[in-house]
C-alpha cells in the first residue's frame, strides 16, 4: 500500500519587524559614530611590517609634515584640555575657558604657543584655512619639550608615536628624537602604513 503524501504548505514571514530592528540599528551605528577630525597637514607615511601594532589610546602622536613642521596630538580631550591649561599658566597666554575648550577640540596643533590665543579666537572654518606653522623644536626654543612634558603629567603611561611623511628629511626626525632624548624618553614607535 503506498504511504500517503504530507501536505506541504509553503511558510509566509512577516518581515516588517525585521526591517524596523535593520533600520533602528544603522540609524543607532550612525548616531553614536565619532568623526574623526580634519588633520591641519596631510602626511603620506611610508609602508612597512611592524612588529607591534600602535595603540589608538594613550598615545602622545608627534606628525612631521613634509617641509619639517611639527604638530602634536593626544586622542583624550580631557588630556588636551589639561596639557592646554598647564601651558597657559607656565607661559602667561591668557586663554579664557572658552578659548581652552576651543583648542580641545582640536586633536592636533602645530604652533608656537604665542599663536594659539589668535587660533583660540577663530571659528572653525576659519581655523581649516588657518597655515599653522608647527611647534619649534630648535635648541634656542623648544617648546615641543613643554608639551610633551605637560602631556606626560596627564598620564605617566603615555607613549610616543612618530608620524612622518615618507619625504620628510631626516634633519626634522632629528630634532624631534633629540626632544624626547633630553627629556630622557627614548622608547618611541614610527607610525607607517602596513605594506600589502
Known amino acids: 500500500m503506498a504511504k500517503k503524501g504530507i501536505n506541504k504548505k509553503s511558510i509566509s514571514l512577516d518581515m516588517t519587524a525585521m526591517c524596523d530592528m535593520a533600520f533602528l540599528l544603522l540609524t543607532f551605528f550612525i548616531l553614536t559614530a565619532k568623526m574623526k577630525a580634519a588633520e591641519p597637514v596631510q602626511?603620506?607615511?611610508?609602508?612597512?611590517?611592524p612588529a607591534e601594532k600602535v595603540p589608538e589610546q594613550g598615545l602622545?602622536?608627534?606628525t612631521l609634515?613634509?617641509?619639517?613642521?611639527?604638530?602634536?596630538?593626544?586622542?583624550?580631550f580631557a588630556n588636551r584640555k589639561e596639557v592646554l591649561k598647564q601651558l597657559?599658566?607656565?607661559k602667561k597666554i591668557g586663554l579664557s575657558a572658552?578659548?581652552?575648550?576651543?583648542?580641545?577640540?582640536?586633536?592636533?596643533?602645530?604652533?608656537?604657543v604665542e599663536?594659539?590665543?589668535?587660533y583660540a579666537s577663530l571659528s572653525p572654518e576659519e581655523r581649516g584655512d588657518f597655515l599653522q606653522e608647527g611647534i619649534p623644536a630648535d635648541s634656542a626654543n623648544?617648546?615641543?619639550?613643554?608639551?610633551?612634558?605637560?602631556?606626560k603629567s596627564t598620564n605617566p603611561n603615555y607613549k610616543f608615536g612618530i608620524k612622518a611623511d615618507q619625504k620628510t628629511d631626516y634633519e626634522h626626525y632629528?630634532?624631534?628624537i633629540r626632544s624626547l632624548q633630553e627629556l630622557r624618553y627614548n622608547k618611541f614607535s614610527l607610525i607607517t602604513s602596513l605594506e600589502q
Open 43 to 49: 602626511v603620506e607615511i611610508p609602508s612597512s611590517q
Open 60 to 62: 602622545i602622536r608627534i
Open 65 to 76: 609634515a613634509p617641509d619639517g613642521r611639527i604638530f602634536f596630538g593626544l586622542s583624550e
Open 88 to 90: 597657559n599658566e607656565s
Open 98 to 112: 572658552d578659548d581652552l575648550d576651543a583648542l580641545a577640540s582640536e586633536e592636533t596643533i602645530g604652533m608656537p
Open 115 to 118: 599663536d594659539l590665543k589668535e
Open 142 to 151: 623648544n617648546e615641543l619639550q613643554y608639551w610633551i612634558t605637560y602631556a
Open 174 to 176: 632629528n630634532k624631534v
